[in-house]
């Protein structure tokens, strides 16, 4: 698949890295509820082979989705790596056996998450690892994050992560960890019904920072518009491939990183990225933040 049928490319700032802006989020690999193994190994193994066939170079994962089930899922479907992989992962929480998620932000857990990474991932150091703050069920909590980027500027001096990003954070976090350390990535909760982080996007372009939506098709509540369905009825498109490509074309650094554990819906989220939105509806589309419900 070309590069203009994945949304074209965009660099990490101060990496060698440009990648494709259709990635893929392993979450879904792991079984119900983000724990145990999946109902179909073999699917998973699947899809990520069909998701490196693709051209996707940008897969986003964790050590704590499972725990460990999606990185050992990643080895064993890609290991040896394909030169130009860009894997990124995140530290900043665990799952005890009552399957919650809970913080993991001492130094003592931040340096076993980066070990239990490189360990599942079977690699000497960590691309990318993304600081994750965990908030509240509302998004972002504001409060410093100083101690727990200095740490992992650390594990980099080390030799143990190669550049960090932050996830789940406000702009004012983001400046706290730029005094610190350069910041090659910002993901946060972020579609075109949940607009919070608009000003944030727009100023992360101005300095060539990709930003990184979870949750772009609405998460464990999928988007549900009477205006999106109406747009992807005259597209002939899915309303969740229409939601995708509206935010390929919200912002040049949007990268994008749907996840499933279907390879045929794999290939449905990646057409996303070929879906043309004309003026009149991107309109329509802007306008579903405001609807009744929706947004802010």
């Known amino acids: 698949m070309s590069e203009a049928r994945l949304g074209g490319r965009f660099a990490f700032p101060g990496t060698p890295w440009t990648v494709r802006r259709m ?4 979450m879904q690999l792991a079984g119900p509820g983000v724990w145990g193994p999946p109902r ?3 699917g998973a193994v699947a899809v990520l082979r069909e998701v490196i066939g693709a051209g996707v170079n940008h897969i986003d994962t964790s050590d704590f989705y499972g725990p460990h089930v999606t990185n050992q899922i990643i080895r064993k479907a890609l290991h ?4 130009g992989l860009v894997i990124v992962t995140k530290l900043g ?3 005890p056996p ?3 998620w809970q913080p993991a932000i001492s130094r003592k857990e931040l340096t076993a998450g980066v070990h239990d990474n490189l360990r599942s991932l079977g690699l000497d150091a960590l691309d990318i690892v993304n600081y994750r703050a965990m908030g509240s069920v509302h998004g972002p909590r504001e409060g410093s994050i100083a101690e727990q980027v200095a740490m992992l500027a650390d594990l980099q001096r080390e030799g143990l992560i190669r550049h960090i990003g932050l996830s789940n954070v406000t702009a004012a976090q983001i400046a706290e960890a730029q005094a610190i350390t350069d910041i090659v990535c910002v993901q946060n909760h972020y579609n075109l019904a949940s607009r919070h982080d608009d000003t944030l996007i727009d100023d992360l372009a101005r300095k060539g920072i990709p930003y990184v939506p979870f949750f772009p098709l609405g998460g464990f509540t999928p988007l549900q518009s009477s205006t999106l369905s109406k747009v992807a ?3 002939r498109a899915t309303p969740m491939q229409v939601a995708l490509a509206w935010l ?3 912002s040049p650094n949007i990268l994008l990183i749907p996840g499933t554990s279907s390879v045929s819906h794999l290939r449905e989220n990646l057409a996303a990225a070929q879906l043309a939105l004309p003026a009149e509806i991107l ?3 802007d306008g579903i933040a405001a609807e009744p419900g929706k947004g802010h």
């Open 23 to 26: 990635g893929y989020g392993a």
């Open 40 to 42: 179909d190994p073999d």
């Open 80 to 83: 040896p790596y394909p030169a």
């Open 93 to 95: 929480a665990r799952r």
């Open 98 to 100: 009552d399957k919650s």
């Open 233 to 235: 009825g005259q597209l």
């Open 248 to 250: 390929l074309h919200r």
């Open 283 to 285: 309109l329509m589309l």
